[in-house]
């Protein structure tokens, strides 16, 4: 009761955070400012990220297929919307890599494998972000008022390079690796059985990753094309919101603005960054928008891109996970642990009946 407590006296401070920074920051000038929106103008932005959703789910089928999952259009888009619900639900967004693995246990697929698709799924998305930053800083370079975003963007590259880097080092170059991390375990007193199960389930990780690797490159190619659609969309959200304030930026510089105010938002350590999203949100649009203007564009921009995640992913996290994996989900169970406990639960033949059952090995 009392972390259950804890946990709903935190989420609605993020809440309260969130919405209070913009209203706070656009003063009295706020609320005609979104009376200007039209309903049209909302409805289409809420239908882009539908669209986005869309293509989510058909990059986890293209992923997911050879692994042995069966998910049709309805089932994966499902999965998606309570794994984006759970990321924005949790800070940091530390439940989307539960949740996404959880579900599909339930579909078949072994943890370690889960984790790979997971990590893979990531991959592209880090692969997305170096490609756009790269361009563009090359189109930066060539416009004189977008210099001095050169260098912003040239760190995040920087970034974005190094996870990269780090991911093909753990790949080629994995003994060292295991050895560093094992003599650190045993310098904690884990036992002898525990890092063990760990390495085997690290092996597995790698090996399924491998597998992924070697997919059709149409396929990889696909995937990729999805994930770019994806964050096309989802990044055109706040250029379309500045707009539908009356205000004027760049594309690229909205683009560059939700990187730099989501990265932010995570310091916060609030579920969906809420309050560090917000305000760097409006002091990265301050120099191009008035105040008013500023707060009112990042409002719309989050309720579409984190409000309406929660507001529709809700049902379907209850539906599809329940109450089981969100007690987890706050107590901060391991992967393999809540994905087990679902598969056991999921399971329909009485337990008496199970225990008679001969053992099978997957």
């Known amino acids: ?76 888009l499902a999965v998606i919307l309570a794994t984006e619900f759970a990321i924005c639900a949790t800070p940091g967004g530390s439940g989307g890599p539960l949740t996404y693995v959880w579900l599909l246990r339930l579909q078949g697929i072994d943890s370690a494998q889960a984790v790979a698709l997971y990590t893979a799924d990531q991959l592209m998305d880090l ?105 096309l969309l989802r990044y055109s959200i706040l250029f379309l919101a500045v707009r539908a304030v009356g205000g004027a930026v760049s594309w690229s510089y909205a683009f560059l603005v939700q990187m730099l105010s989501l990265g932010a938002g995570q310091a916060t350590l609030l579920p969906g960054g809420s309050g560090g999203a917000e305000t760097a949100g409006v002091l990265l649009l301050a120099p191009q928008l008035e105040p008013s203007a500023a707060a009112a564009a990042v409002l719309v921009w989050r309720f579409v891109t984190f409000y309406w995640y929660l507001i529709a992913g809700a049902p379907v996290f209850a539906t599809l996970a329940g109450k089981g994996l969100w007690e987890r989900l706050r107590a901060g169970a391991t992967v393999d642990q809540s994905a087990s406990g679902a598969a056991s639960r999921s399971a329909s033949v009485p337990r008496k009946r199970a225990a008679s059952a001969p053992k099978t090995t997957r």
């Open 127 to 231: 692969a997305f972000f170096l490609t756009a930053l790269c361009v563009l800083l090359l189109y930066w370079l060539t416009v004189p008022e977008g210099l001095h975003l050169v260098w912003q963007a040239a760190l995040m590259v920087g970034f974005l390079v190094l996870a990269l880097g780090s991911v093909w080092a753990l790949l080629n170059h994995y003994r060292p690796l295991f050895l560093v991390l094992g003599r650190v375990l045993r310098h904690l007193r884990v036992s002898r059985a525990s890092r063990q199960r760990l390495a085997r389930w690290a092996l597995r990780f790698r090996q399924s990753l491998r597998i992924v690797q070697r997919y059709p490159r149409w396929r990889l190619l696909a995937v990729y094309a999805l994930c770019t659609g994806h964050w």
């Open 1 to 76: 009761m009392i972390r259950r407590a804890r946990y709903g006296l935190l989420a609605a401070l993020g809440l309260a955070i969130g919405l209070g920074v913009p209203l706070i920051l656009g003063g009295e000038a706020l609320l005609p400012l979104l009376a200007r929106i039209s309903l049209p103008e909302l409805g289409f932005m809420l239908g882009m990220i539908f669209v986005g959703w869309n293509l989510n789910a058909a990059r986890l089928r293209l992923l997911a297929g050879p692994a042995g999952a069966r998910l049709d259009a309805l089932r994966a």
